[in-house]
């Protein structure tokens, strides 16, 4: 079945016609096959305007949402950026349009495998997975122009504003385990940032070290 028809109608209804105006974002999500990244038997809603379940009790953001998040990077292409939860690959796939590489971090081994597959068949060549605990980064490939965090985290964790360029944005929703606020936070120096609020939102939680513990706090 072609789905191009159902995609461009998302981006016209859900992403441009809810002010999303970054031409590179508008573009990468046109391109981007949005139903290769849940079970087909899921492909007749994967354009619609909510998250999805993929398995491992973990979700796929709605459209409108990825498109947000990406946008508030203020991306110019050919950056470097690091994503904290894999999850379906949907995140990382879009990023990969824009961006020279993409470091996306999975906890969940069956979610990485699958993420992996997925972005190798509609050729995301520049996106590397590990599989690890999130909430530390990636240290190793440090620094990167923008942090984006796909997970509620119930504090900003130290490791991502040290992992950022002078200049380099971190987008993250925390709060608690059921509601957050999408931040983004500026690194103006070597110990100067600058937040700001987005808007509420609802994401599954950030297990790790800095993060929830598994069946940690209120839902």
């Known amino acids: 079945m072609d789905y191009s028809i159902a995609r461009r109608l998302m981006v016209e209804r859900q992403i441009v016609g809810r002010g999303i105006h970054d031409p590179l974002v508008v573009e990468a999500m046109k391109k981007v096959p949005r139903h290769r990244f849940v079970e087909e038997a899921l492909w007749a809603q994967a354009y619609s305007d909510n998250p999805l ?3 491992e009790k973990q979700t796929i953001s709605q459209p ?3 498109a947000l998040m990406t946008q508030a990077l203020e991306l110019k292409g050919g950056e470097k950026i690091l994503e ?3 999850g379906s690959g949907y995140q990382a796939a879009i990023l990969s349009q824009i961006v020279s590489r993409v470091y996306s971090v999975e906890r969940i081994s069956a979610l990485a495998r699958r993420a992996r597959r997925v972005l190798d068949d509609i050729g995301c060549r520049n996106v590397n997975i590990k599989l690890s605990d999130g909430t530390i980064g990636w240290e190793t490939e440090a ?5 984006i965090v796909t997970a509620g985290s119930p504090k900003v964790p130290s490791h991502y504003l040290e992992q950022l360029t002078i200049g380099g944005r971190l987008i993250i929703p925390v709060g608690g385990r059921g509601c957050q606020v999408l931040k983004r936070i500026v690194r103006l120096g070597q110990v100067d940032y600058k937040e700001e609020d987005l808007l509420d939102c609802r994401f599954v939680p950030l297990i790790g070290k800095d993060g929830w513990s598994e069946g940690e706090g209120p839902l």
């Open 84 to 86: 904290i939860g894999t």
């Open 53 to 55: 379940p993929i398995g």
């Open 143 to 147: 620094p990167f122009d923008g942090i």
């Open 64 to 66: 409108y949402m990825v």
